[in-house]
């Protein structure tokens, strides 16, 4: 009956320290894994959420409206002027839609298949599914970029980019970490058009521009 019980024993000693080891090895080369796939998941959904925000607020916000004003004469324009207002009010309804999407999406959570965490590539896919959670760690911020570039013959396009920078936490089991998403949409854009020269020349690089001079690379 004592070696039954010694036996008994030993098989569970075996068996705990097996799931121990188990654990341990998990934890040790699963977790970065996990981690990884957990961030380029939500970096995709926080991007395409604040993307379809922007698009959202310009399709219905009046202030997405006349951001520039725009003075010219009979030679032409020659001022563009920003609306600050307005800029400003579009850009604040697009964080805090942009906020919204993203709290909205953390709730539901991004899943991942134990067979993709695992790394082998027979299992890719397959499996129960992890359910990570994340949430916005802060406000969403704002930036605006201006680019003037030539858009043909005596033309320049004028673009307004709205970018949005989130920073987003993300839950795993015993630990959390984040990752910062940017977004960026046009939400203003202007075609300049000047006078049309009489003659118009196409210099690529430095040798065609060499070539146009009289007497240089002459035999």
Request: with cysteine.
């Amino acid at each position: 009956m004592k070696k039954a019980v010694k036996k008994l024993l030993i098989v569970v000693i075996i068996i705990f320290v097996v799931i121990a080891a188990g654990f341990v090895y998990i934890n040790a080369n699963l977790r970065p894994v996990l981690a990884g796939l957990s961030a380029a998941r939500v970096e995709s959904v926080a991007a395409k959420a604040m993307n379809q925000a922007i698009l959202d607020v310009i399709s219905t916000d009046s202030a997405a409206q006349a951001l520039l004003d725009v003075y010219s004469n009979d030679h032409g324009v020659y001022l563009l002027q920003a609306n600050s207002g307005k800029l400003n009010t579009l850009s604040a309804d697009c964080a805090d839609a942009a906020l919204e999407r993203i709290m909205q999406l953390g709730e539901q959570g991004v899943s991942i298949p134990i067979g993709t965490v695992s790394g082998i590539p027979l299992f890719s896919g397959i499996g129960p599914k992890i359910t990570l959670k994340f949430t916005p760690a802060g406000a969403v911020q704002t930036s605006f970029d201006s680019e003037f570039r030539s858009a043909g013959i005596n033309q320049t396009l004028h673009r307004i980019t709205l970018r949005l920078t989130a920073t987003i936490r993300i839950i795993l089991p015993g630990q959390s970490h984040t990752v910062t998403v940017v977004a960026e949409a046009a939400i203003a854009e202007n075609i300049i058009v000047g006078d049309v020269p009489s003659a118009y020349t196409n210099v690529a690089n430095e040798e065609d521009l060499l070539n146009l001079v009289p007497g240089v690379n002459d035999p």
